[in-house]
């Protein structure tokens, strides 16, 4: 079973909307959750890392939050533009191997003019 | 870009051919690791290294895969007689000394027909 569950599958909105992108998991002991953006036939690039320390997290239009007691974490993208059109992979890092990331399986979101 | 190369970048066999996947990380980065993606899906860890040495390999599917980075640089992925399951985006991530941030290369989109 998969460590980290992600929600929704798959959203569009329109240009200028927000979202929120919403994380799972049950990855323990926990280290750190990032989020990545992947482009269509690109790799995942970083948006925000956060410690368990940290409930907040921003990176322009992109704000992560994180409730370690929960373990959910959410992915909040601020006046949508269509460059924002992306799978949104939400990454746990912990457990046994500190270096092992377990992914999500992502939010595709589509931004349409 | 992120710092990592990989070739070939699509792969196209017949099943029971061995393929041999490269990847070039920027010289001097510590860690390297291979993930496996399919489609829709979240990366798939498969292996570790720590410079030369292979410190996890707990994610390669069977023994028909392995990998090697003999001069804790470039690193080989090699997949054995394969199968049309092993149809996927191969892909390489790097971190950098002393932080925890991966990054991943442009990935090799292996088909086996």
């Known amino acids: 079973k998969n460590q980290v569950e992600q929600s929704p599958q798959s959203l569009i909105i329109l240009e200028g909307k927000n979202c929120t992108l919403q994380?799972?998991?049950?990855?323990?002991?926990?280290?750190?959750l990032r989020w990545y953006k992947q482009d269509t036939g690109r790799g995942p690039v970083s948006l925000t890392i956060?410690?368990?320390?940290?409930n907040t997290k921003s990176n322009g239009r992109y704000t992560a939050t994180l409730d370690a007691d929960t373990k959910q974490s959410s992915l909040h993208i601020t006046a949508s533009q269509l460059s924002d059109s992306a799978s949104y992979i939400c990454?746990?890092?912990?457990?046994?191997?500190?270096?092992?990331?377990?992914f999500g399986a992502g939010t595709t979101v589509t931004v349409r003019a | 870009g992120a710092g990592v190369s990989q070739s070939p970048r699509y792969k196209v066999t017949k099943r029971g051919q061995d393929v041999a996947l490269r990847c070039d990380p920027i010289?001097?980065?510590?860690?390297l690791y291979w993930y496996r993606q399919a489609l829709g899906q979240g990366p798939e860890f498969l292996t570790y290294?720590?410079?030369?040495?292979?410190?996890?390999k707990s994610g390669l599917p069977n023994d028909r895969f392995s990998a090697e980075r003999p001069e804790g640089s470039i690193s080989t992925l090699t997949i054995q007689r394969t199968e049309q399951r092993d149809s996927a985006m191969y892909r390489c991530?790097?971190?950098?000394?002393?932080?925890?941030?991966?990054?991943f290369g442009p990935g090799t989109r292996l088909t086996v027909l």
């Open positions: 010289s001097g980065h510590v860690s």
């Open positions: 956060m410690t368990f320390s940290e």
């Open positions: 990454v746990v890092s912990g457990g046994s191997n500190d270096y092992k990331l377990s």
């Open positions: 290294f720590n410079y030369e040495a292979q410190q996890d």
């Open positions: 991530a790097r971190t950098e000394a002393g932080l925890n941030e991966q990054f």
């Open positions: 994380c799972n998991y049950t990855v323990s002991p926990f280290s750190n």
